[in-house]
């Protein structure tokens, strides 16, 4: 195959208007290098439980996936790094296949070091996780010396720990070892083992595959308040079909047997299982080598009735604010009905809250908080817009907390005692999003916009909620990071990460892109926005090539005012111009434009795109027959069904990761948009990229890597031999090793400048 490196030398004959000379040229190597483009940006920001302290995590100025521990603390207004994580392992970590993968579902997979962090209930010290072992920072101790304040609480011969947290009362630490729920006696430094049968098939403590990568549930325990009593899921992957596929390295190839429920086969069975902290009293004290460990004989498990219909979801669990219930969410499996149910500690009994119910399908979320009065507050879509409602202990409803026709991003956080309720959402403007507050004792009204400047507002809130730390960027500004009061008073600025001279990106500044918005009426009537990149020294009198990025599945956005992503800047630099619209089924604009693609994706979403098409070719400045397409992983989907569906507006095309027929991918995703296979044959047959075989005429660079235990490489091979078989010459790139997002930098900078060399050569 030809060399990517090789074909940017041979330019076209186009003259290309001439661009700002006193910018360096932006090249993808740059983008994953170090420092970070986008500056000094903090990652995981929280604001301690005391309101001392504003903790974040920092990549490293000589490699930006390389993250530390940092704080701000508050009364002195002072920046400084807690936990250098090359002091603490200067060798490379070692992460064990189960860690991979989670980091894989979390799309955390280029990143190392300390990914991850929490907090005690007092503030006082930071548990985080590295290299498999478990560390716990004091905030309290002495600053001149890092390694009097790390505590290492337990020992990687013993297992790789996961998922770990301090409880709600501060006196234990819980995490996961060898498919096993532990707990830490911090009092005494004793380890308790909570579970047994894990290993194998079955895991304690976790979340399944399926609620990792689907349903956005990463915890598979959950405290009670008190200390008193842990949930966790136990997950059996028995009935789950192995699919037997390579997974091809650079030096090496295996074959792997991995459970994966595609679309209507079998899930793993899911347990909901309690156990009091009491029952969980040593028989025996056995010595690890590594500290005493608690065993006990046997552990009281208490059950819980997840109802006679085995073949659901267990989506959620939280206990109630008193501890007296535990609150769990039961999907079931068409994804149709949605319930609250409440399990009592005192007799065991089991009620329904409340149900929610669709024709199309019902939205999971993370917005459910009991309060000390024992109401609590719960999102909904029920009027087509994801809305906030307070409801009684009983379930029943008393009002809705947010205003109608406003998708509600999160919940983000209650102050009972001031009658407070903070929320994101974009409010009149979905390319916006914003912190607004609400009366929560009352039917909602008006509600207060707390930020202000146009743009991305990202915020975080401590239980208090007293004050918020927030990050914001538009698409001339780079993120940057301040701490208000709750009324929206800047307090402190954390990060102003300026562009001006020193900024990482300042070299480059002179040329940014900084996009246009509008809006277009698709085929249907509906409202369809975009934004568009235009080169530097754009000159109207010139046509350009375009190349359209898309996501197009739901779930997912492009169309925002925010600070974006430099691969885009670097096509804008080569004479192109760059187009997004977020069509049907996208997210953030209400049900009815998210549920169009019910039961027939890569329909509506290929229309919307034909529009976006026809007012591109509309424009005096754009080369109408020099129009491109590039997506991952639904993009990718996307870019083949444009491919097979509108060659005559597509000259070339970059699949990235795609999947080419449902009926390979994982159940809980596939069935909530295209139903049961069963059910909707025809559906399945035209949402296939193999359906539109016969109308693939434009040019194609299909890129996969090689080891996605996702969007599983089969869907691109079975793609490959169908357009051989028909004579269509198409290009390939594969990453030897490479997962969904091939998160190695080296591997991105060369899918990209894969890609940039593709669309040089066919739209020039």
Request: glycine fraction near 8%; include cysteine; hydrophobic fraction near 40%.
């Amino acid at each position: 195959m030809r060399s990517v490196f090789t074909a940017a030398a041979m330019a076209c004959a186009t003259v290309w208007p001439m661009t700002n000379l006193h910018a360096e040229e932006l090249t993808i190597e740059r983008i994953y290098d170090a420092p970070a483009l986008a500056g000094k940006t903090p990652m995981s920001l929280k604001v301690s439980p005391d309101g001392s302290r504003v903790t974040f995590l920092r990549g490293k100025d000589t490699d930006q996936y390389q993250l530390d521990l940092w704080e701000y603390d508050i009364a002195s207004k002072e920046t400084r790094m807690l936990v250098d994580s090359k002091v603490l392992l200067p060798e490379e970590e070692q992460l064990s296949d189960e860690e991979k993968a989670k980091r894989e579902r979390a799309r955390t997979a280029s990143l190392k070091g300390i990914i991850e962090y929490g907090f005690s209930p007092d503030g006082a010290k930071l548990l985080f996780p590295l290299n498999g072992e478990l560390f716990l920072y004091d905030l309290g101790a002495d600053e001149t010396q890092q390694a009097g304040r790390v505590r290492k609480l337990t020992h990687k011969e013993l297992g790789f720990a996961t998922d770990a947290r301090v409880s709600p009362k501060g006196g234990f630490v819980s995490f996961v070892r060898n498919q096993n729920l532990w707990l830490i006696e911090l009092a005494t430094d004793r380890s308790i083992q909570l579970t047994r049968d894990g290993g194998g098939l079955v895991s304690n403590g976790v979340a399944e595959f399926i609620a990792q990568e689907e349903m956005g549930r990463f915890d598979g325990y959950w405290w009670a308040p008190d200390d008193s009593m842990i949930a966790f899921a136990r997950v059996d992957e028995t009935p789950v079909p192995v699919q037997r596929r390579f997974e091809i390295n650079a030096e090496d190839t295996s074959v792997v047997e991995q459970r994966y429920p595609a679309a209507g086969q079998p899930n793993a069975a899911v347990r909901l299982g309690v156990i009091r902290i009491a029952d969980a009293a040593p028989a025996e004290v056995a010595n690890t080598g590594a500290g005493s460990a608690l065993l006990p004989a046997e552990v009281k498990i208490r059950w819980v009735d997840l109802g006679e219909d085995r073949d659901i979801y267990l989506a959620r669990a939280e206990w109630f604010a008193d501890s007296s219930a535990l609150s769990f969410q039961v999907q079931t499996r068409n994804q149709r009905r949605l319930d609250l149910r409440a399990w009592s500690v005192r007799d065991q009994s089991i009620s329904t809250l409340l149900s929610e119910s669709s024709q199309t399908w019902v939205n999971l979320h993370d917005d459910l908080q009991f309060l000390d009065s024992g109401d609590f507050v719960w999102a909904s879509e029920r009027d087509g817009f994801k809305r906030l409602y307070l409801h009684g202990r009983d379930g029943a409803l008393k009002h809705a907390l947010t205003p109608e026709a406003w998708v509600v991003d999160n919940l983000l956080a209650i102050d009972e005692r001031n009658d407070r309720l903070f929320f994101a959402s974009g409010g009149p403007d979905p390319t916006q999003k914003h912190v607004y507050m609400t009366p929560l004792s009352l039917p909602v009204k008006e509600v207060a916009q707390i930020t202000h400047e146009a743009g991305m507002h990202n915020a975080s809130f401590p239980k208090q909620a007293n004050v918020f730390v927030a990050s914001h960027s538009d698409p001339a500004t780079p993120p940057r990071v301040r701490l208000f009061d709750a009324a929206g008073v800047e307090l402190a600025v954390l990060e102003a990460n300026e562009l001006k001279e020193g900024h990482p990106y300042w070299p480059y500044a002179a040329e940014h892109s900084v996009p246009e918005f509008g809006e277009i009426t698709g085929a249907e009537g509906q409202k369809l926005r975009y934004r568009v990149f235009k080169p530097a020294g754009f000159d109207a009198a010139h046509q350009y090539p375009v190349v359209v990025h898309i996501y197009g599945g739901p779930h997912g956005q492009m169309v925002t005012q925010s600070w974006t992503d430099p691969f885009l800047q670097v096509l804008t630099r080569k004479g192109f111009v760059v187009f997004q619209l977020d069509n049907r089924g996208m997210y953030r604009r209400g049900k009815a434009f998210e549920e169009a693609l019910f039961r027939h994706m890569g329909s509506v979403e290929v229309v919307d795109q034909r529009e976006g098409v026809k007012w591109l070719r509309a424009q005096p400045w754009v080369a109408g027959d020099k129009i491109g397409f590039y997506g991952w992983s639904y993009g990718g989907y996307m870019a083949l069904q444009v491919l097979g569906q509108a060659s005559d507006d597509f000259a070339a095309v970059v699949a990235g990761a795609p999947v080419t027929d449902w009926a390979l991918y994982d159940t809980h995703y596939t069935e909530r948009y295209m139903d049961h296979p069963k059910d909707n044959a025809e559906g399945y047959a035209q949402s296939s990229v193999f359906a539109h075989l016969d109308g693939m005429r434009s040019d194609l660079l299909l890129i996969h890597g090689m080891a996605d235990d996702n969007v599983l490489f089969t869907n691109s091979t079975r793609l490959m031999s169908a357009l051989q078989q028909r004579g269509k010459a198409f290009e390939l790139m594969t990453y030897p090793g490479g997962k969904h997002g091939i998160a190695a930098p080296w591997m991105k900078k060369h899918a990209n400048n894969a890609i940039v060399d593709f669309f040089e050569r066919k739209l020039k």
